[in-house]
């Protein structure tokens, strides 16, 4: 094993220990010591990941009947597994999940679909995040955020589909 990797892993178990404050300082500040900083940064970005998902699942446990609280959780681990960590499969599971449980909190409901229409997106599954941007603005027209957001989806949309993007330059 190099030096470089057994330095890692116990620099990744000396994050392990580290508190949400001290990891969000060590990530302004770069590294402990300045060495291998794109891998040490990622290590400390993911770490950060881990302890915010976990507490937004802890949510879940201490109060279970907290909708408000807990829909927002929910709405909290879509947008990891979508924005930061890219996982699309997992967003969508997450976000119809979310909307099984908490139907009576449509601010959430509507924003989770329209995650939910980005990650078929970037699955490049056009029709089905077509669909899912429309079932937003049918289903939740009072929620601007939610709204605008899948407006940006069916723009896009619509440039991907447009006949100049599908022609042939041969």
């Known amino acids: 094993m190099s030096k470089h990797l057994i330095n890692l ?3 990744e178990e000396y994050l392990k220990g580290c508190s949400a404050e001290e990891l969000r300082q060590i990530a302004g500040a770069g590294s402990i010591d300045g060495q291998q900083f794109p891998k040490r940064y990622k290590m400390v970005v993911n770490r950060l990941r881990e302890i915010e998902t976990n507490a937004f699942l802890a ?3 201490w109060f279970p009947d907290d909708k408000e609280s807990g829909s927002k959780a929910s709405l909290g681990l879509v947008t ?4 930061a960590l890219g996982d699309h499969w997992r967003a969508i599971a997450a976000a119809q999940k979310l909307r099984q449980a908490y139907s009576d909190q449509t601010e959430q409901c509507a924003q989770s679909l329209s995650l939910e229409g980005w990650s078929y997106y970037m699955l490049k599954m056009f029709e089905k995040s077509r669909r899912t941007f429309e079932e937003v603005i049918e289903q ?3 929620h601007w955020k939610a709204v605008k957001s899948a ?3 069916l723009s896009g949309l619509d440039v991907i ?3 100049q993007n599908n022609q042939s330059d041969f």
């Open 59 to 61: 949510v879940h446990i």
């Open 161 to 163: 589909s447009s006949p």
């Open 140 to 142: 939740y027209p009072s």
């Open 151 to 153: 407006q940006r989806g």
């Open 80 to 83: 990891i597994y979508h924005t």
């Open 9 to 11: 892993e116990k620099y």
